[in-house]
């Protein structure tokens, strides 16, 4: 018996937030007396694969057919039944991503196992199997219990750190009867994102959003992000207006981030917004508006124009550095 993980991979690496899964499932396979076979589909380097043993996978269940290194949510759903099947595994993790997003409702239908999106801790075993999660867009907690045999959990990003330890997993491949409905999704085009720093990892991140006024001032968050090595990210409107690309905008229906220093600047603090921000550790915010929301949920708060504060926080940011 163990618990499977579903990981993904770019470039020929492992993603830093698929560790942060394993080791999850590490901490659940401890508490349950089981194991982790960790299922990585698509083409990757054995060696990669072995290094999961790092974060305590003990086993990787491979599927080497090229098509998987494109999400295609329903051969990642038949992939991870096989798995789970093989392994008789009552446990199945995916991160709380666009990839678990669209996998994990599915194998919840499939296999008719409850689901927790968005865990925030470790099950608590003394009554049952208890996950504690986001409620109302991040305004509450709740602690929801799984009682069906097979259980589905998606992970938030960033909630646990990331502890490396020695250990090698081994490498099974693994057969999985694909259909060619299976692959119903033709991909036509990918776009890199460029940057040097990913947003889903960024420990520093500063945020813009219509209080920026438009795409010509972007370059004063770019200023300050360069200067502190942070990632940029922008409000829903923002990139609804295409000032950003759409990868950048964070809240209910975008990315999650859990950075350590989150800096809002023009950004109301709607509570869609916060609901992918407010697991940051230290949020300023910027805001010409004393009565704007977002000041509620600051650690610290600065009020007046972003378009003459930014370039002096970037020339003070500088000058510290120096
Ligand atoms: P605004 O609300 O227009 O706020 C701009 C802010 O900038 C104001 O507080 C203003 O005081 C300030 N400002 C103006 N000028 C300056 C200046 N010169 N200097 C400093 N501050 C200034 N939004 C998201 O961000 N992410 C989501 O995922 C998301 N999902 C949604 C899902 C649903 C179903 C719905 C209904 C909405 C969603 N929204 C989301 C939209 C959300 O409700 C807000 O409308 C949005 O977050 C507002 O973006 P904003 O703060 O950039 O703009």
Not at 107 to 113: F, I, N, P, R
Request: glycine share 10%.
């Amino acid at each position: 018996m163990s618990v499977v993980v579903l990981v993904e991979h770019t470039e020929g690496n492992i993603k830093k937030k698929s560790l942060e899964a394993i080791q999850y499932a590490a901490g659940i396979a401890q508490k349950t007396g089981t194991t982790v076979s960790a299922v990585v589909l698509g083409t990757l380097a054995d060696n990669v694969m072995q290094d999961l043993g790092q974060y305590g996978a003990q086993k990787v269940l491979h599927v080497p057919d090229a098509r998987l290194n494109q999400l295609h949510a329903r051969a990642y759903t038949n992939a991870l039944i096989t798995a789970a099947q093989k392994e008789d595994s009552k446990i199945i993790i995916a991160l709380h991503d666009i990839n678990g997003r669209a996998v994990a409702p599915r194998l919840s239908a499939k296999l008719k196992a409850g689901l927790v999106a968005g865990a925030l801790s470790y099950p608590d075993l003394t009554n049952g199997f208890a996950i504690k999660k986001q409620v109302f867009s991040g305004k509450a907690f709740a602690y929801v219990n799984i009682t069906s045999d097979v259980k589905v959990i998606t992970l938030m990003l960033n909630t646990f750190p990331l502890s490396k330890t020695e250990g090698s997993a081994s490498i099974q491949k693994l057969d999985v009867n694909f259909s060619d409905k299976d692959f119903g999704i033709r991909v036509k085009e990918t776009n890199k994102i460029t940057g040097d720093i990913q947003l889903a990892d960024a420990q520093l991140v500063v945020s813009g959003g219509r209080g920026m006024k438009g795409p010509e001032n972007w370059g004063l968050i770019e200023g300050l992000a360069k200067e502190l090595g942070a990632a940029t990210a922008c409000s829903r409107p923002v990139a609804d207006a295409h000032w950003r690309p759409h990868h950048e905008h964070v809240g209910q229906t975008g990315g999650t981030v859990r950075p350590d220093l989150y800096i809002a600047v023009g950004i109301s603090g709607a509570i869609q917004h916060l609901a992918g921000v407010s697991g940051s550790k230290t949020i300023v915010v910027i805001n010409k508006d004393p009565e704007a929301p977002f000041f509620k949920a600051a650690n610290y708060g600065v009020v007046g124009d972003a378009l003459e504060i930014l370039p002096r926080l970037t020339q003070a940011v500088e000058k510290f550095r120096q």
